[in-house]
């Protein structure tokens, strides 16, 4: 998988391309968002209109990723 970002404003939009499996993107996306937090930018769009599949365990890791940006 890969991430392309692009800021517009004060939004980060991360344009996720390919299949998101545990072990490929789940620590690639987690480590991008991570950096973005600690950067200050905490206002993010995720696309994932190029991402032909995702399994239960990358979509768990979005939902934990959701949740620890939002608190």
Known sequence: MKIEERTNGSVTT???K???RVGE??????EKVGR???AGKLN???DMSSVP???SACLGE???IHISVTK
Do not use: Y
């Not at 993107?25 to 987690?30: E, K, P, S, V, Y």
């Open 14 to 16: 991360l344009f996720l």
């Open 18 to 20: 390919g299949k998101m």
């Open 25 to 30: 993107g789940d620590t690639l996306l987690r």
């Open 36 to 38: 973005l937090v600690d």
């Open 44 to 46: 993010s769009v995720l």
């Open 53 to 55: 599949g995702i399994d």
């Open 62 to 64: 979005i939902l934990h």
